[in-house]
């Protein structure tokens, strides 16, 4: 499992094939095609990716409040069908002072 403190330095990289930062919450093709991209890790770099929800692309934080809802919605994107074979990955919620 991931860090708070990876997370900030997550926060504070520059976006790669392995970081995807937004601060919408409604575009599950977004997400779907993010978590697929991960998965393919076409550089072979057998690196985990991170889609961080609520950062802007400069690594600041929007404030989004991340509701149990959301979270199954994107924990669903899993085995919705859309992504073949099945990835595997966790969704996790973090919180931080600044949002």
Excluded: W
Excluded at 44 to 50: D, L, Q, V, W
Aim: aromatic letters at 8%.
């Amino acid at each position: 499992m991931i860090t708070k403190d990876e997370i900030q330095e997550l926060l504070h990289s520059t976006e790669t094939y392995r970081v995807e930062r937004t601060t919408s919450t409604g575009d599950m093709d977004k997400f779907q095609e993010a978590i697929c991209a991960f998965a393919n890790d076409l550089p072979n770099s057998r690196k985990n990716g991170y889609l961080i929800l609520g950062a802007y692309d400069n690594g600041t934080l929007s404030g989004l409040k991340v509701t149990d809802d959301l979270l199954k919605k994107i924990a669903a994107i899993r085995s919705n069908g859309n992504i073949l074979p099945i990835p595997v990955m966790s969704v996790d919620r973090f919180t931080f002072p600044e949002g």
